[in-house]
Nanobody, 128 residues
Framework: QVRMVESGGGLVQAGGSLRLSCVASGRTFNTYSMAWFRQAPGEEREFVAAISWTGGTTHYADSVTGRFTISRENAMNTYLHLQMNSLKPEDTAVYYC????????????????????WGQGTQVTVSS
């Protein structure tokens, strides 16, 4: 059974930090490309960051470059992390982890329709 469970969300003041995690199990996620997306109220889900299965390649949305860092741990389960620093009110959203079996160079990693598996999301709220 595939499970992707996010954690680490919460309420933080602008300028603060949060670390999101996602535990993926039920598939060989160690060989999957993975990503973080977010969705604010009334908005479409948008790409935040993506990482190759080795962790050697990462991509970021312009809006988070220099503030967010994506990383992963490949073990019996796969752990995906998103370190978020210098948070802004506009970062407020539900954050989702996603996984795709194709190599990160072989699909449009920014596209929500490109990912096969999704978590249920974790709320991040940044107050001004």
């Amino acid at each position: 059974q595939v499970r992707m469970v996010e954690s680490g969300g919460g309420l933080v003041q602008a300028g603060g930090s949060l670390r999101l995690s996602c535990v993926a199990s039920g598939r060989t996620f160690n060989t999957y490309s993975m990503a973080w997306f977010r969705q604010a109220p009334g908005e479409e889900r948008e790409f935040v960051a993506a990482i190759s299965w080795t962790g050697g390649t990462t991509h970021y949305a312009d809006s988070v470059t220099g503030r967010f860092t994506i990383s992963r741990e490949n073990a019996m389960n796969t752990y995906l992390h998103l370190q978020m620093n210098s948070l802004k009110p506009e970062d407020t959203a539900v954050y989702y982890c996603a996984a795709e079996p194709r190599g990160i160079n072989y699909y449009n990693y920014r596209g929500t329709l490109e990912y096969r598996y999704w978590g249920q999301g974790t709320q991040v709220t940044v107050s001004s």
